[in-house]
């Protein structure tokens, strides 16, 4: 069986997965299944860039996935003016401040010269600069806090399309990202492993805790839609009708008119992103990240620019999670900054990328629908598994805990396969060529 | 007297907690100093590892308090201590024989070994979920206080309370008692002599007889020990909860790199610096500021440099400036 065939092969499995969930479940649980699994696909292939290219070890997954989400509200809310004119000009000039003192620091770091003298006048700056920038950001922040905080309690949007916000959730990552790679590249793997892991949990706190920004764990619900409201689809007398033509009842009809229209959405997104990864893979930028991945050593003696090259690949393959980030938040609708969680943004992107195959496209794409299906299926599979088990015992406070931790086996079944696919088949489902 | 309370009010709030905070830090960065010394790689199922020792502690501590076993003022978890360690020993022993040791006979690259143990991660997150559930778990018992607040003010007339809780005593007790014999052990038996020429020189100490799996497991043991101890220690101080263990990771990590990988006094320095630095940025000064300043300069506001929620930034931002400005750490960490 030659290669192409065994991975059309795994597609179809993927894909009639799916499908089986259409006819045993629903058509609504398999569409919230495809649409997921797209978004996680393209979160790998951005781990795929970092990590099966370049050897990166980026575990800060979740921190541009938030960013992107943020950008969505960034982009579509409509503002609150109330809350500009009460204190956002003292924002601006707050964070303009905060952004100058940190900008000072590093100009007064490179041109000093090292030993006492630069340290003192390096952390007068930094002290006098954030005490300066809390005596300016503090009033606004309050100020705009307490504009209707039931409701807003926060700056808002620019009100423009949400489409829009998934290339700036894309830009915002990237940005973020040119600042960590900028400080923490050039670790050790272990150590960059650490430095993005705490920068995606200080990116969730700051999303959690600046209520000017984010409206923090209040949330911000109602992000605008780039595809009609099921109500008024159900209310459209033409939609209605076709719907019959079907065969269907209109709110069965209009639900997955929705769900099907997010999934070519973000099929689109996808298939451009696919092809733009799967040309670089092949172009001599692609063979020269690799060689830098296999040897760093010898491309440097080649003359290739090491820090550079990791440098752009952190920041492409960031961009692309901040675009899935951005659309998550889109399918959502809401931005909810404590439903982050690394386990669920960062390694399980990882689970994906390494059990399809890292350093294959293909593979990430098929490994990141296969584990979002297990991930979503593993919980009813397992409270299925132990009602089996337990419908022998009697009734009493084991079963039931036993029943209840079904919810849990999720977490476990992910770690097997994740282990054992390193163990047995450590090049993944489809392997590098 | 104002001068009295303020020490007191410092003590009360910032010394204490983070005596008893960085002793436990200083206990996980001991252990993932261990792996990474010994096993070369970044453990991070050391979190997850800590939550499941603290669970088989909190496990046979509701069985020894369901059957009237305490030990009066202490908490039973000290009893039940030993069990937990047991447990965890056990599980850790079994995850090397099963999943490590197939790497470290490859000799695998370190980075393979991390990814490894992030599966192994979500085996033990999903383990203990599955056996205790996520929620918050509490199983102190005895005596709340060693000294309480309202009686340290009948005592000694002073304004401010200094409250010392039977945890936070404990945990510096213990902390001190297991690092004292973890010394020993590194410097003065055998065993831990052979540790160290392992960790200090592969090949040299493979030459020199040391056998090397004998090592391994010595150092599962100690880590098992280590991180049972930690996460009983946090459980009883806080709370248990899954999740938050998960979370220690992070400044669990930051200590052990700030005082240097490998390095096990640098563990402990790294474990109170980012202990006292991260409650010192997030505490509120505004009482203590209240008692030194002249009453025209008291503050407004709380004068808080972060709050609460940014202490992992702070641990954060500590670990950022070693690895850029010194990236072996305090300690030239790497060999034992």
Redesign the interface.
Known sequence: MNETVKNTLLFAVVGGLILLTGFMQSWNAALLILNMGLISAIMALGVNLQWGFA?L?N?GVMGFVALGGLAAVLVSMPPTSEAWAAGGTGIILGLLLGAATVAAAVILHKRMRPGAVRVMVLLAVVVIG?FVYRAVL?PSVAAIEKVDPATTGYLGGLGLPVVLAWPIGGLLAAGAAWLIGK??LG?????L???T???A??II?VL??EDWLSRGVKNVVGIPRPLPYEIDLQNDPAFVERAAGLGMDPVMASTLYVKLGYAVLFLIVLVVLMWMAQKALHSPWGRMMRAIRDNEVAAEAMGKDVTRRHLQVFVLGSAICGIAGAMMTTLDGQLTPGSY???RFT?LV??MV?VGGSGNNFGSVLGAMLIWFLWVQVEPMGVFLLELVTSGMSDGAFKS?LL??AA?????????V??LV??FS?RGLIPEK | MDFLNAIVALTNYVVIPAMSYGSQLALGALGVTLVYGILRFSNFAHGDTMAFGAMVTILVTWLMQSVGINLGPLPTALLALPFGILGCVALVLVTDRLVYRFYREQKAKPVILVIVSMGVMFIMNGLVRFIIGPDDQRFSDGARFIISARDFKSMTGLNEGLAIKTSQGLTVVTAVVVVAVLFWFLNRTRTGKSMRAYSDNEDLALLSGINPERVVVYTWLIVAALATVAGVLYGLDKSFKPFTYFQLLLPIFASAIVGGLGSPLGAIAGGFIIAFSEVTITYAWKKVAVYLLPERFEPDGLVQLLSTDYKLAVSFVILLIVLLFRPTGIFRGKAL
């Not at chain 1, 670790?187 to 150590?191: K, M, P």
């Not at chain 1, 849990?408 to 097997?416: D, E, S």
């Open positions: 050897g070890f575990i954030f503090d400080t923490a670790l050790r793997s272990d150590y492993a650490i430095a892991l705490g920068i949990e200080i706190a959690k805790n969680q690394p386990l390694f990882w689970v390494i805990h209840e931790s849990h086996m999720r977490l476990f079944t992910m770690g097997l994740l282990i390193l163990r450590p």
